[in-house]
C-alpha cells in the first residue's frame, strides 16, 4: 500500500488532468450516442447512466499510468520520451508492461554533491566522487560479487 501511495505521488498533475478531460470527453460522446442509437434509447436510464458514467472512467487510471511510466522512467535516466510514446501507442497496454519489465534500477545519490547517479556508475560525473565499486585497472564499476572485471577481465581483489 506504501510503495502504490509512492507511485501515486510520482504520477505528474498533468496526467491527472488529460485523465479527467478523457473522461468527460468520451462521457460527453457516449451520451450524444446512447440519444442517436435506437436501441439504446430503449435502456432503463439508470442503466445508460452506469454504462456511461462508468465505463469511461476507465480512461483515468490509463492515463495516469502513462503519466507513471513517464515521471518513473525520467527519475531513473531513462529514454522517458520513447517510453510514454511506447505506452501510448502499444496497444492493449503492451507498452507499459514492457516497460515495467524493462526498466532500469532507480539512481542514487551522491554522497558529496547529492546528483542522482545511473546505476552502473562507478563515479559521479559531477564531482567525481567514488559512488560504487571500481575496476583498479580501468575503473569501470564492478559488482560486489565478481572476482574479475566484465570489461577488461582484471583480477580484483575480494
Ligand atoms: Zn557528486
Ligand atoms: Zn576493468
Known amino acids: 500500500m506504501k510503495r502504490f501511495m509512492e507511485a501515486l505521488r510520482i504520477v505528474p498533475r498533468v496526467a491527472w488532468l488529460i485523465g479527467a478531460l478523457a473522461y468527460l470527453g468520451l462521457g460527453a460522446f457516449s451520451i450524444y450516442v446512447s440519444h442517436h442509437d435506437p436501441n439504446m434509447r430503449e435502456w432503463p436510464s439508470?442503466?445508460?447512466?452506469?454504462?456511461?458514467?462508468?465505463?469511461?472512467?476507465?480512461?483515468?487510471p490509463y492515463v495516469a499510468l502513462v503519466g507513471y511510466v513517464y515521471a518513473d522512467a525520467r527519475r531513473r535516466g531513462m529514454r522517458y520520451v520513447v517510453w510514454m510514446l511506447l505506452a501510448i501507442f502499444i496497444p492493449n497496454a503492451l507498452g507499459i508492461i514492457l516497460y515495467?519489465?524493462?526498466?532500469?534500477?532507480?539512481?542514487?545519490?551522491?554522497?558529496?554533491?547529492?546528483?542522482?547517479?545511473?546505476?552502473?556508475?562507478?563515479?559521479?560525473?559531477?564531482?567525481g566522487t567514488a559512488v560504487a565499486r571500481a575496476c583498479p585497472q580501468c575503473r569501470r564499476a564492478v559488482e560486489p560479487d565478481w572476482s574479475h572485471c566484465a570489461a577488461c577481465g582484471t583480477a580484483l581483489a575480494r
Do not use: E, Y
Open 46 to 60: 439508470w442503466g445508460r447512466a452506469l454504462f456511461f458514467g462508468l465505463m469511461p472512467l476507465l480512461v483515468i
Open 100 to 127: 515495467f519489465v524493462l526498466r532500469d534500477p532507480l539512481m542514487s545519490p551522491c554522497p558529496q554533491c547529492a546528483t542522482l547517479v545511473k546505476h552502473g556508475f562507478a563515479f559521479c560525473p559531477k564531482c
